[in-house]
């Protein structure tokens, strides 16, 4: 359990979520830079990234722990937007495979860690 001045808790989610058109863009140097960016944000924004993974080049699963005052879906645009942009940045060449300056399809599924415990969701994700 983690605490802050007020609570104690422990809230894991893991997020799921596809690119544009589900366009295999995530291989290679891209992939690679994505992963350090997700951690980069997320220690930016005060939230752990616990592991993330990206699965057929196309969607990423995030393991990700935040305080509970954080809403699960701005979570997510934080992560998405700003990876979003910072590839965009560094790797323009996939703009050519996307169109209308999207990455990032505009849903994500999300779930907690309550009966499932977080290293089963890690060996998951880890799998895939």
Wanted: with cysteine; glycine share 6%.
């Amino acid at each position: 359990m983690k605490k802050t001045r007020s609570c104690a808790f422990q809230a894991n989610y893991h997020l799921i979520w596809a690119t544009k058109y589900r366009r295999k863009v995530l291989v290679g140097s891209v992939e690679v830079r994505l992963l350090e960016v997700l951690k980069m944000i997320a220690e930016n924004h005060g939230y752990q990234l616990l592991t993330a993974r990206v699965h057929d080049g196309d969607h990423v699963y995030v393991f990700v722990s935040a305080e509970p005052k954080v809403c699960i879906s701005g979570i997510v645009c934080v992560l998405k937007s700003n990876s979003a942009r910072l590839l965009f940045l560094e790797f323009p060449q996939i703009k050519k495979y996307l169109w209308g300056g999207h990455l990032w399809s505009e849903g994500y599924a999300v779930r907690t860690a309550g009966d499932v415990t977080s290293a089963k969701i890690e060996d998951y994700i880890n799998r895939t």
